[in-house]
C-alpha cells in the first residue's frame, strides 16, 4: 500500500478529491458473526439498499482476506468493495515479500488504518463500517473484530453484527449464543440472527427461497477459510424458514 | 587526469558477461522441470530463511540462481508489478510472458549500462497453465535476453551439465515424485563422476500444482511430505550404493 502510494496515488481511496453534495448510492446492510469452539463463522444477507429502494438482491458482502480471515462489510457498497479489494492485495503482497503472514491482530490492526482513511467519505454519507474475523494461529481460537466509522476497533467476544439490522441481530444472538457452540449450531444461529434482522430491519433481506438467494455463510478454522457451498446455505436457510412457519418469532429462550 | 584506455565496446561486453557469468556459477543450481499437474522447481539450498524459489502471483513462480540481494530486489520488484497489475485490471491479466519483458528490460537496461556493473543472476519465471500445453517457463540470464523453455531447464553453477542430463531423461507427463527424483538425480550428479547425495533437508522443492483448488498454485513442499514423495529414490540411490560398493573392490584390485 505505501508502493501504492507513491507509485499511483490517485489508486487509493484516500487520496481521492471529495464529491460535492451527497452522492447517492446501494448500501450493504447486515453482518453477523459468532464464535465457536474451533472457530469462527461470518455470515451476511445479500441486499443492498438505496434509499428506499432495493438496490441489488443478490450482492455479496462477506470475502475472505486470506487463508485464515475473512471481512464482512456494511455500508457504501462500492467504496467497501473496493477496500476489501485491497485489503486482500495488501495481506497477500505481505505474506508473498517477508515469506510470513501478517498476525491477526496485525491484519486486523491494517484494516482500522484503512477505514480511518475513509473518514472523509464517512463525513459524506459514505461510510465502510466492516466485521473482520479469523483464526488466530498463536492463540488457537476464533476471534472478531468490529469497527467504526472513525476506525476504531475493539475485539468481540462470542458474537457481534455490524449494519442496519445490527440491533436486532445482535439481540438474537444475545438470547441464542452459547460459547460451546459446534460448528454446525453456529452457522445456525448466524442464519438465525439474520433472519431476525430482516424481520425488523427492512433493509435487510432474508432468505429469499423463489429466487433461492440465500445468506452467505463463512466458517474459518484451523483448516482455512470455507464458504458454504450453495446447497448447504440453501438447506440451513429452508430448515430455518420451516420452523418460523410454526413459531415465527423464532426459537424461545428460557425465561429465568 | 588520467586518460582512460580506449575499450571496444565488443571487449567490454564480454567482459560484463564474464563477470556475470562467473558470479552466477558460484551459485549452486537448481531446476525447474514440468510434470503431469504443474511445474515443480527443485534446488540444493541450505538455508532456510533464504529462499531461491518464490511465489510471484496465483499461477507463477520465481526462481534465481545467483548473488542473493541482487535477485531478492528483482523478486521483490516482479511481486509488486504483478499486485500492481492485478489489482489495476484484473488477476488473470498478470501473465509470466508481461513479467519476464520487465525482468528481461530491467537486466537488459543494468547490463548494457557502463555505469553500474551487470547483475550476477540468472532468473526463470514459470506459470503454470490450466492443461500442460499451457505452462510456460522462461529463462532469463544475465544479459535481458528471454529463452522460451520446454519440459525441463537448469540454472546456476554446471547449468549446461545439467540441462544435457535432463534433456536425455525428462518426458511428459511425470508424476512429481518422478520429476522430483529426476531432479534430485541431476543435482546430484558432478562432473567428475562422483554422485554425492543431496538429504531431503537440504532441498529447497516447490511446485505449481494447477489440481490446487485455491486460486494461489504455488506451494512449499518440505519435511514429511518431501522425505514421502523421495523415499523410493532412497531405496534406489541404497541399491546403487550397494552395487557400486560391489564394484569398487574389483576396480581397487
Given at each position: 500500500m505505501d508502493f501504492l502510494g507513491s507509485h499511483s496515488p490517485e489508486m487509493l481511496p484516500g487520496n481521492r478529491k471529495l464529491p460535492e453534495g451527497i452522492v447517492e448510492a446501494p448500501h450493504g446492510t447486515t453482518i453477523v458473526a459468532a464464535t465457536f469452539p474451533g472457530g469462527v463463522v461470518l455470515a451476511g444477507d445479500r441486499r443492498a439498499t438505496m434509499g428506499n429502494m432495493i438496490a441489488q438482491r443478490d450482492i455479496e458482502k462477506v470475502f475472505p482476506a486470506d487463508e485464515y480471515s475473512a471481512v464482512g462489510i456494511a455500508g457504501t457498497a462500492g467504496l467497501a468493495v473496493e477496500m476489501v479489494k485491497l485489503f486482500q492485495l495488501e495481506l497477500e503482497h505481505f505474506e508473498k515479500v517477508e515469506g510470513a503472514t501478517l498476525s491477526l491482530e496485525g491484519k486486523a490492526n491494517r484494516l482500522s488504518t484503512m477505514i480511518r482513511g475513509n473518514l472523509g467519505m464517512a463525513m459524506q454519507g459514505l461510510a465502510v463500517?466492516?466485521?473482520?474475523?479469523?483464526?488466530?494461529?498463536?492463540?488457537?481460537?476464533?476471534?472478531?473484530?468490529?469497527?467504526?466509522?472513525?476506525?476504531?476497533?475493539?475485539?468481540?467476544?462470542?458474537?457481534?453484527?455490524?449494519?442496519?439490522?445490527?440491533?436486532?441481530?445482535?439481540?438474537?444472538m444475545k438470547k441464542l449464543y452459547r460459547p460451546d457452540l459446534t460448528e454446525e449450531e453456529a452457522t445456525t444461529l448466524v442464519v438465525q440472527a439474520l433472519y431476525d434482522a430482516a424481520d425488523d430491519d427492512s433493509a435487510t433481506?432474508?432468505?429469499?427461497?423463489?429466487?433461492?438467494i440465500f445468506p452467505i455463510v463463512t466458517v474459518i478454522t484451523d483448516e482455512g477459510f470455507r464458504r458454504l457451498t450453495e446447497d448447504e446455505s440453501s438447506a440451513l436457510a429452508r430448515s430455518v424458514t420451516e420452523h418460523r412457519l410454526e413459531q415465527p418469532d423464532g426459537p424461545r429462550a428460557a425465561l429465568l | 587526469m588520467s586518460t582512460p584506455f580506449y575499450v571496444s565496446p565488443q571487449q567490454a561486453m564480454a567482459d560484463r558477461a564474464e563477470y556475470a557469468r562467473k558470479g552466477i556459477a558460484r551459485g549452486r543450481s537448481l531446476v525447474v522441470l514440468q510434470y503431469a499437474d504443474g511445474i515443480v522447481f527443485v534446488g540444493e539450498n541450505p538455508s532456510r530463511a533464504l529462499h531461491k524459489f518464490s511465489e510471484i502471483y496465483d499461477r507463477i513462480g520465481f526462481a534465481a540462481a545467483g548473488k542473493y540481494n541482487e535477485y531478492e530486489n528483482l523478486r521483490i520488484g516482479?511481486?509488486?508489478?504483478?499486485?500492481?497489475?492485478?489489482?489495476?485490471?484484473?488477476?488473470?491479466?498478470?501473465?509470466?510472458?508481461?513479467?519476464?519483458?520487465?525482468?528481461?528490460?530491467?537486466?537488459?537496461?543494468?547490463?548494457?549500462?557502463?555505469?553500474?556493473?551487470?547483475?550476477?543472476?540468472?532468473?526463470?519465471?514459470?506459470?503454470?497453465?490450466?492443461?500442460?500445453?499451457?505452462?510456460?517457463?522462461?529463462?532469463?540470464?544475465?544479459?535481458?535476453?528471454?529463452?522460451?523453455e520446454h519440459g525441463s531447464v537448469a540454472v546456476g553453477g554446471n547449468a549446461e551439465q545439467i540441462s544435457t542430463f535432463l534433456d536425455q531423461r525428462?518426458?511428459?507427463?511425470?508424476?512429481?515424485?518422478?520429476?522430483?527424483?529426476?531432479?534430485?538425480?541431476?543435482?546430484?550428479?558432478?562432473?567428475?563422476?562422483?554422485?554425492?547425495?543431496?538429504?531431503?533437508?537440504?532441498?529447497?522443492?516447490?511446485?505449481?500444482?494447477r489440481t490446487r483448488s485455491q486460486q494461489r498454485k504455488f506451494k512449499r513442499i518440505r519435511g514429511r511430505q518431501l522425505e514421502r514423495l523421495l523415499e523410493p529414490v532412497v531405496a534406489a540411490e541404497a541399491q546403487a550404493d550397494a552395487v557400486s560398493n560391489d564394484e569398487a573392490p574389483e576396480e581397487s584390485a
Open positions: 463500517v466492516p466485521l473482520f474475523a479469523g483464526w488466530d494461529e498463536g492463540r488457537e481460537k476464533g476471534r472478531i473484530f468490529s469497527y467504526d466509522v472513525t476506525g476504531g476497533r475493539s475485539e468481540e467476544h462470542g458474537f457481534a453484527a455490524t449494519g442496519s439490522g445490527s440491533i436486532f441481530a445482535r439481540g438474537s433481506g432474508g432468505p429469499d427461497l423463489a429466487r433461492r | 516482479g511481486v509488486r508489478y504483478a499486485d500492481l497489475r492485478g489489482y489495476t485490471y484484473d488477476r488473470d491479466d498478470v501473465t509470466a510472458r508481461g513479467l519476464a519483458n520487465v525482468y528481461a528490460q530491467t537486466l537488459g537496461t543494468i547490463f548494457s549500462s557502463a555505469a553500474e556493473k551487470p547483475y550476477e543472476v540468472e532468473l526463470v519465471v514459470a506459470e503454470v497453465g490450466a492443461t500442460a500445453a499451457g505452462d510456460q517457463i522462461y529463462r532469463l540470464p544475465h544479459d535481458g535476453s528471454i529463452v522460451d525428462h518426458r511428459d507427463g511425470m508424476t512429481l515424485s518422478e520429476a522430483l527424483k529426476l531432479a534430485v538425480q541431476a543435482l546430484s550428479n558432478q562432473t567428475n563422476g562422483a554422485d554425492r547425495e543431496i538429504p531431503a533437508d537440504r532441498l529447497e522443492v516447490a511446485v505449481l500444482d
